[in-house]
């Protein structure tokens, strides 16, 4: 039996287009309330996450209020403490949309039960995906461990569905609180005010991110297959903080892209399959969050460097594309992925730290980090994923950067020493050797390994596994 009183669960859900959970919400009660479950102790190592996570809940707050419904945030680092305390009542109906990270999914089965067993009436709607994970399968009912394949069924499964409908989030007659002991979205604020340049680069909110979607089918979307790879022009969508948060439902995206016949586009939804790809891989196989998809890589020689990994975080190994790109991490939040390939690959191949170090450190840094795509994205670069790089391709820094940054925009944007630095020696300036142009090992450092010799390490160390 449905409860006076309707709570939504919001978690990456921030929008009313296609919020089935919110929107069942508002259809079936006259009073409904929003709440928000902050869990400090995960975001601890998310810490740019918290900016987005703050102006998200600011502006989503804005938008409920104007359809009577309040948002309320509770701090709590245990979901089972939290449910089993407002178990105690059942003068509510509770509605939630889906989160694909295996702690999610398993927490949802033992919510339901208890649930049922309170005779609470809930309900679970499909989140921010296209394919349910479980839907797309091989013939033989396994999951599937190649891109190509999965993507060839995936797409035709969705185009073959009936699109869920739009829906419509409802005002409610009357604005009411349920809960007591709740804080502010400025108290998840990191102490640290380093995330200040990020409100020059982003605005977390719904219209904001369908603004993004129509700006870049307007005007990029014709040329993504050919600009997507080079870093210093604006050649992607730029939209993954705004899916990852759920501004955006990736259906949404779709029915705008489809309409669209072009193999631009569909190369487009084919990084968004990527990212469906990824889902469905971290669900079928959870021991890839924490540990290698393939166990040959246990056994692999990882080198523990402090000051290696210390100068690949601030951006000053002397590799200037690497550098770039760790530099726009730190001061947006975001790095382009052809970027997120190179610097990922220096960390593994050239100073054999554990593809596991970088992916916690992204996960820090990323506005759009999600569990599914950037485990997998490590996994990729490292070599141990399901459907990987092998190790032994390793990526030539000074190559890449002559190859995808040729006029040296990106590299003199984040990198200014190097601003004077003629584009012959742009990503290999300690070839220059002009004092008056560059004081290479004082200004900008000398590459702190050198790639010929790195090369041939990491493949010695990749015939030990
Ligand atoms: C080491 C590494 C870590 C990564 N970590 C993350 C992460 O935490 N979160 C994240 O969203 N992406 C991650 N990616 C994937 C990719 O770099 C970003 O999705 C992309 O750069 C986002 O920019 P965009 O929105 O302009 O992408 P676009 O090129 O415009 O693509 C549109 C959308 O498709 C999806 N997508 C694009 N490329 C990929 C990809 N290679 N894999 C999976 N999905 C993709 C994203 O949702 C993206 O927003 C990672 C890649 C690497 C190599």
């Not at 975080?313 to 726009?328: H, Q, S």
């Amino acid at each position: 039996m449905k409860g006076k009183i309707g709570l939504f669960w919001l978690k990456d859900d921030f929008r009313f287009t296609r919020n089935l959970a919110l929107s069942e919400a508002t259809k079936n009660h006259s009073s409904v309330v929003v709440f928000y479950l902050y869990k400090k102790k995960k975001f601890k190592n998310q810490e740019a996450q918290k900016w987005w996570l703050s102006e998200s809940l600011k502006n989503f707050r804005i938008k409920l209020n104007k359809h009577n419904i309040s948002l309320q945030i509770i701090s709590t680092d245990s979901y089972k403490f939290f449910f089993d305390k407002l178990l105690s009542k059942n003068n509510y109906s509770i509605y939630w949309n889906k989160t694909y990270e295996p702690d999610y999914i398993k927490f949802d089965q033992y919510l339901s039960k208890k649930l049922n067993e309170k005779k609470v009436h809930f309900k679970i709607f499909k989140g921010n995906v296209l394919n349910e994970y479980t839907e797309v399968k091989k013939g033989d009912g396994s999951s599937f461990k190649v891109f190509t394949p999965f993507w060839r069924v995936a797409e035709k499964f969705y185009s073959e569905k009936i699109p869920s409908k739009e829906t419509k989030v409802i005002k409610c007659k009357k604005k009411i609180n349920f809960f007591k002991d709740t804080i502010t979205e400025n108290k998840i604020l990191p102490k640290k005010n380093w995330y200040g340049k990020f409100s020059n680069f982003w605005y977390p909110s719904e219209e904001n991110a369908l603004k993004e979607l129509r700006s870049f089918i307007k005007n990029r979307i014709f040329d993504y297959s050919d600009s997507r790879n080079f870093p210093n022009i604006l050649g992607t969508s730029k939209l993954s903080p705004y899916i990852k948060h759920g501004q955006i439902h990736v259906e949404t995206i779709w029915e705008e892209c489809n309409k669209i016949k072009n193999s631009s586009v569909s190369k487009f939804l084919t990084e968004i399959g990527w990212r469906e790809f990824n889902h469905s891989l971290i669900n079928s196989f959870p021991h890839m969050i924490k540990s290698n998809y393939s166990k040959k890589f246990d056994k692999f020689p990882w080198e523990k460097n402090d000051k290696f990994f210390k100068a690949w975080k601030k951006g000053l190994t002397g590799y200037p594309i690497v550098d770039a790109g760790m530099r726009e991490l730190s001061s947006t939040g975001w790095m382009h992925n052809r970027v997120r390939m190179i610097v990922g690959s220096f960390l593994v191949k050239h100073l054999l730290i554990n593809w596991t170090e970088g992916e916690k450190y992204f996960r820090n840094c990323l506005l759009d980090y999600n569990q599914a795509n950037n485990v997998s994205g490590w996994q990729w670069v490292a070599g141990s994923g399901a459907d990987a790089a092998p190790y032994f391709r390793i990526f030539n820094p000074i190559l890449q950067g002559e190859k995808f940054d040729k006029s040296g925009q990106y590299v003199k944007k984040w990198v200014p020493e190097l601003k004077n630095v003629p584009n012959k020696f742009l990503h290999k300036p300690w070839d220059l050797n002009d004092e008056k142009i560059l004081k290479i090992g004082k200004v900008y450092p000398m590459p702190i390994v050198v790639h010929e010799k790195a090369r041939v390490k990491a493949l010695q160390a990749f015939k030990k596994i």
